[in-house]
């Protein structure tokens, strides 16, 4: 029926993290045996090590609660089926359903430039083939590990792409190509600026919309901490147990272990340290310390990725300009403005404030400032709030879709 969206699973051979599980999960499950088997046989630790009766039955809890974990483990990952990025045998989505989000042809009187930028809109979001999801993001502090590709969820920007080059949607990518028309047509002055690129999509999206309309005196400046690949997570049995620890509830628990997971190199994090984290981002990245996938997803952001997915457009040149390095150091001196579009795409507190701080000021009157999780991450939205009270901007906030959200600052 026309309007109403399928999903289609995929199929493909068991993914990596679902085999270090049932490795981990396994070798763990034999060293619990073979310390039950011990104790059973030397009669308790108490007699043996001279443990007292507390911690004995502290320590024999312990064991059986990761043993039992483990069972869960293999019981309910041998339950997810195999996927990966390859399309699956049922029905494609038909004319009707492309229609029904936005996607269906454009009119008889469209001009190149128009089917050029509409190109690109489905090319860097990748519903041209549909790549495999790992989560949607069902709405604040709810996220869910993906089964299959679903077009209304990539179009609305809800789901972490495996291979698209920017996880914000075509929705997101609409508003965009607005505010870059009107400002064009206004003549606002000023270059743009995104902070936050991931892989790249969203400010390719921004250089296409440039070329399409023959703009060669405006830049795109592309400034995230672009962290490099990284290695292989951890072992396979410590990576089960970091998802053990990561699933344990209580806030102190929680907090501990967001902590201790801040103490990695910096060379390793995207982000600057939080000092006083949000709830839903704790509650975020502790749900992607349970699920390897989602990390992995960001395995491609870093420079060199970015400049190549650039070029693989044709639209690396002398128009974008990439600013590498945490916001606070590389921001306030960086050679931007002044600016006609601001996105600020830094999920967190810090990285939020770093961006605004720095760049708002540069935006010329007229200009767009976008927040992308101003809406997702309530760290993001205090930042913006006491940016704005501090500044006594009083412009009126918009949403764009359920995640983001802008306003236009006064001419």
Known sequence: MPGQLRTRKTQGPLPQHHRNTLIGGGIIAAVTGLLLFLFVRTGGWQDTWGWSTLATVTAVAAILTIAGWCVLAIVFRRKIPPRDTRMGPTPPYNAEEYAAVGLGPLTDSAEGRDLYIDLMKRAVTNILY?????????GTKKWEVAQEFDLAHRVAGNDGPTQAHTMIGTQRLEHIQSCIEQILAENIPGDFAETGSFRGGATIFMRAVLKGHHVTDRKVFVCDAFVPPQPELAPQPLLTLVQAIAAIPGEANRRRIFSMMERMPQKHRAFPLCENPSDDWITFVLWALQHP???QCGDTTSLEHVKSRFARYGLLDEQVVF???????????????????????????????????????KLSPGGFCIIDDYNTFDDCKRAITEYREQNHIDEEIHAVGKHAAFWRKKI
Not at 130 to 138: G, I, N, R, T
Not at 331 to 349: C, E, K, N, Q, W
């Open 130 to 138: 549909e790549d495999y999801p790992v989560f949607f993001a069902l």
């Open 293 to 295: 996938e989602v990390i």
């Open 323 to 361: 600013i590498p390095g945490y916001f606070a150091e590389v921001l306030p001196d960086a050679p931007i403005g002044p600016l006609s579009l601001l996105r600020l795409d830094g999920d967190t507190f810090e990285s939020t404030h770093d961006a605004i701080v720095a760049l708002y000021p």
